[in-house]
């Protein structure tokens, strides 16, 4: 399967090293998805408990890194000015 210049997004880290030693650049996380997301006002303040619970219902354990990945899109919005 060819993925040049396609963006791949995975929960599965395994699926993301593969994904990054085989030469595709553009693997990231679902967090990071969910952080570009907040950052660029596409989601709310309000989507954050929505998404986690989202997750949490499905048993995926994301929710540590949707916080991080909250934070840090907050404090870019902050630094970016206006």
């Given at each position: 399967m060819?993925?040049?210049?396609?963006?791949l997004?995975?929960?599965?880290m395994?699926?993301?090293?593969?994904?990054?030693?085989?030469?595709?650049?553009?693997?990231?996380t679902?967090?990071?998805?969910?952080?570009?997301?907040?950052?660029?006002g596409?989601?709310?303040?309000?989507?954050?408990a929505?998404?986690?619970?989202?997750?949490?219902?499905?048993?995926?354990?994301?929710?540590?890194?949707?916080?991080?990945?909250?934070?840090?899109?907050?404090?870019?919005r902050?630094?970016?000015?206006?």
């Open positions: 060819a993925l040049s210049g396609r963006l997004i995975t929960d599965d395994k699926a993301r090293k593969l994904a990054e030693d085989s030469g595709h650049a553009l693997a990231q679902t967090s990071h998805l969910f952080s570009w997301l907040i950052f660029k596409r989601l709310g303040d309000s989507d954050k929505t998404v986690i619970a989202q997750h949490q219902s499905i048993e995926c354990p994301l929710a540590p890194h949707f916080e991080k990945a909250y934070e840090m899109a907050l404090q870019c902050l630094n970016s000015g206006p």
